[in-house]
C-alpha cells in the first residue's frame, strides 16, 4: 500500500476482515493501516523522523545498514542502486525503482506471493502528492518532472517479469498514471477473490496450507 492520494479513499476496515491477505504498509500509509503486516521503507532520513516507528508491531524492512543500527527491530534487505529490474535470482537483493513502492513490489515476490493488489500506486501529482501532507524537511517528496517518470517506468517496466514468474497484479488506484496492471476497485477484489483457509484456523495437519496476498 503506497501513498498516493486515492489511498485513503479505500475501505480498509474490508482489507482488514480478510486474514487471509497480507498487508504491506510503504512509508507513512502504516498510519492509515497500523495493523498492516510488514513495513517497507528505503530511507534512512524517514525511519529517523519517525523514530524507528515503534508502536508498529509488524515485520520493519529497510535497506540502509545505518538504520538497522540505529533501530535495531528492523530487517535489512539489499538494494541494486540505479537499476529498474526487478530482481528474483538473490534472495534479499531487490531493485530499486528508484522508490520504495517498487522495492515493495519486489520485496513480495520474493516472499513467494502470486497475487498482488496495488493501494495507492497513483504515479502522479496533479491530484496532490501524497494522501498525507509534504514530507516536511529533509525528506523527499514526488516531483512530476523529476522522479515519477521513473518510477512509473521501473513498475510498468515489471509487468512482464511479472508475468513469467506467474504472479498477477491488479490496481486498485483508479486515477493511476500506471499503463501496465488492470484495474479494479478494492471492494470488487475483495469481493471476487477467493478466500484461502487462515491456517490459525484450523489445528489439523493442513496447519502449513499456504496463506494467499
Known amino acids: 500500500m503506497a501513498s498516493g492520494p486515492s489511498s485513503v479513499r479505500e475501505p480498509f476496515h474490508l482489507l482488514q476482515a480478510r486474514r487471509d491477505i497480507k498487508v504491506v504498509a510503504i512509508n507513512t500509509s502504516f498510519q492509515l493501516v497500523p495493523w498492516a503486516d510488514v513495513l517497507y521503507s528505503c530511507d534512512l532520513k524517514w525511519w529517523e523522523f519517525y523514530k524507528g516507528v515503534p ?11 545505518a538504520a538497522v543500527a540505529k533501530f535495531p527491530d ?88 511479472l508475468a513469467e514468474l506467474g504472479v498477477t497484479v491488479v490496481n486498485c488506484s483508479m486515477v493511476s498514471e500506471l499503463v501496465a496492471y488492470p484495474k479494479m476497485p478494492l471492494e470488487k477484489v475483495l469481493a471476487l477473490s477467493r478466500e484461502f483457509p487462515d491456517p490459525r484456523d484450523d489445528p489439523g495437519p493442513r496447519r502449513n496450507a499456504n496463506v494467499g496476498t
Open 55 to 65: 508502536e508498529f508491531t509488524g515485520l520493519k524492512v529497510v535497506h540502509e545498514k
Open 74 to 161: 528492523l530487517k535489512r534487505v539489499d538494494v541494486a542502486r540505479f537499476g529498474n529490474e526487478l530482481l528474483v535470482k538473490t534472495p534479499g537483493l531487490l531493485g530499486a525503482g528508484g522508490n520504495s513502492g517498487f522495492q515493495a513490489l519486489n520485496l513480495v515476490v520474493q516472499f513467494g506471493v502470486k497475487h498482488i493488489i496495488l493501494i495507492g500506486y497513483d504515479m502522479r501529482v496533479d491530484y496532490g502528492t501524497h494522501w498525507h501532507q509534504r514530507h516536511p524537511y529533509p525528506l523527499s517528496n514526488p516531483d512530476a518532472a523529476g522522479n515519477i517518470p521513473r518510477w512509473r517506468k521501473s513498475v510498468d517496466g515489471a509487468a512482464r517479469k
